[in-house]
């Protein structure tokens, strides 16, 4: 799960930078989206992390 967060930030970086930059419009909304998928991701990651050390 971990890699598919790493993999969603990524994306969301180079959707960004393109949205950011006026290259494409659209892509602010993804970048957005993606962000936020990867907050939820990570937020996950690390509650299961910390479920599995005990």
């Not at 930078?17 to 939820?40: H, K, N, P, Q, S």
């Amino acid at each position: 799960m971990l890699h598919y967060t790493v993999v969603f930030l990524v994306i969301a970086l180079i959707a960004g930078l393109l949205g950011f930059t006026g290259i494409a419009a659209g892509a602010v909304e993804i970048a957005r989206i993606l962000f936020f998928i990867f907050v939820v991701l990570f937020v996950v990651s690390l509650v299961m992390g910390f479920r599995g050390r005990k």
